[in-house]
């Protein structure tokens, strides 16, 4: 049974920190690439960040760059985005996804408000 268990979410202080993590099991971890996105309220899904299978590419969606990091530990199976100085606007449901050609696979979110 393929898993993705997100968790590391919760309320955060402007400026603040918070490092998500995605526990996978069911499937060869190491085969897929891995991404983060993130869905706020009324907005579409959109790409934050995403690793290789190897960690040997790695890229960020605009709003990521410089303040998130994407990294993975293939022995744990599992992949992180630390956050950091986050903003208001950084506020969403935040999703893992595994993707290895046409296979496709979710987590279930976790939420991250920013707020004072």
């Known amino acids: 049974q393929v898993q993705l268990v997100e968790s590391g979410g919760g309320l955060v202080q402007p400026g603040g920190s918070l490092r998500l993590s995605c526990a996978a099991s069911?499937?060869?971890?190491?085969?897929?690439?891995m991404r983060w996105f993130r869905q706020a309220p009324g907005q579409e899904r959109t790409l934050v960040a995403a690793?290789?299978?190897?960690?040997?590419?790695?890229s960020y969606g605009d709003s990521a760059r410089g303040r998130f990091i994407i990294f993975r530990d293939n022995v744990m199976n599992t992949v992180y985005l630390q956050m950091n100085n986050l903003i208001t606007e950084d506020t969403a449901v935040y999703y893992c996804?595994?993707?290895?050609?046409?296979?496709?696979?979710w987590g279930q979110g976790t939420q991250v408000t920013v707020s004072s």
């Open positions: 069911g499937f060869t971890f190491n085969r897929f690439a």
């Open positions: 690793v290789g299978s190897l960690s040997s590419d790695i």
């Open positions: 996804n595994a993707i290895y050609g046409a296979t496709n696979y």
